[in-house]
């Protein structure tokens, strides 16, 4: 509005004032030229006053929408932090609990394993004093059925037969076989317990009891002596009657006996119940274990003992 008041009164004086065609037109020229420059330059002024003002409405609207976007996320990230967060006070509770539970049954395990190994150390304990035990009634049940024993013999080779093994029968046999001035007093005899053989297989043993320990002792030692005994048409042999355990220990010397038969200067024998005694140059050996018998008889004996044509008494 000032430009153009200012504009009016600049054209209505330069219209009062007459003037030469020159003067006036050279007066005209200056006027309009003088009204432009004003005026540009407050078009300049108003452009940046413009510019300005939208830049900083821009800018406030561009500030106001990014804070509300920056709120509204930060307003999610806030919410799934604290749901992120109590998730986790959860979790963390739940483990606490369960790790609790785990501490105290873990406890409860150790204080059961640790009864458990001093249950089982006592129990080892026990077995092996109950084995020691064990091995000691064996041992003792062992010797009282080998002295029940003494005086039983073993008879093998009599054929199958009525009354072939009564009392009467085995005494008439053995005063015959070993030529003894009376029948032999026996308690009672009576054939192993195992089937009766079949026609051609071998006769069952003849189990007898002597009454008197004498006579059950000459017998075995003059059988010993004769091995096999020819009476009554048959061929019979007589052992002492030893348990299965004895029977078996004994007979794992067998071998090693069968090695020292015939050796020069070697005598041996096997002591009640399974003992291999060896006598060499002077020396006399006993064994329990035939390997370790085996073991000596090889390295020490059979190098150097000349092998001769009679068997030494065992």
Not at 170 to 182: I, K, R
């Amino acid at each position: 509005m000032t430009s153009r008041s200012t504009k009016g009164r600049q054209l209505s004086t330069s219209i009062a004032k007459p003037s030469s065609p020159t003067t006036s037109s050279a007066s005209s020229e200056t006027a309009v030229s003088g009204a432009e420059a004003p005026a540009g330059a407050h078009a300049e002024d108003f452009k940046r006053e413009l510019l300005s003002s939208l830049r900083d409405d821009f800018v406030s609207m561009m500030r106001t929408e990014v804070r509300e976007v920056l709120e509204r996320e930060m307003a999610v990230v806030r919410r799934d932090i604290r749901a992120i967060r109590s998730a986790f006070e959860d979790f963390e509770s739940t483990a606490n609990t369960e790790l609790a539970t785990l501490r105290n049954t873990m406890g409860d395990a150790e204080r059961s394993l640790t009864a458990c190994s001093d249950d089982i150390e006592t129990l080892k304990r026990e077995v092996k004093r109950l084995g020691v035990l064990a091995d000691s009634l064996q041992n003792k049940c062992e010797d009282l059925e080998s002295r029940s024993r003494r005086n039983n013999i073993r008879i093998v080779g009599v054929p199958e037969g009525p009354n072939s093994c009564s009392t009467t029968s085995v005494a008439d046999l053995l005063q015959e076989a070993f030529n003894l001035a009376d029948a032999p007093l026996i308690d009672r005899s009576h054939r192993s317990l195992q089937p009766v053989p079949k026609q051609g297989q071998r006769p069952r043993t003849i189990v007898a009891r002597l009454h008197y320990y004498k006579d059950c002792a000459t017998i075995l030692s003059q059988a010993k002596e004769k091995q096999r005994i020819k009476v009554k048409g048959v061929t019979i042999s007589v052992y002492p009657d030893y348990t299965a355990q004895v029977a078996r220990a004994r007979a794992a010397f067998n071998g090693v006996r069968q090695q020292l038969r015939g050796l020069e200067g070697v005598r041996f024998g096997i002591a009640h119940p399974a003992r291999l005694r060896i006598t060499y140059n002077g020396t006399e050996k006993s064994f329990l274990n035939p390997e370790e018998a085996q073991a000596y008889v090889t390295q020490t004996i059979t190098p150097h003992a000349a092998r001769t044509d009679r068997q030494m008494p065992s």
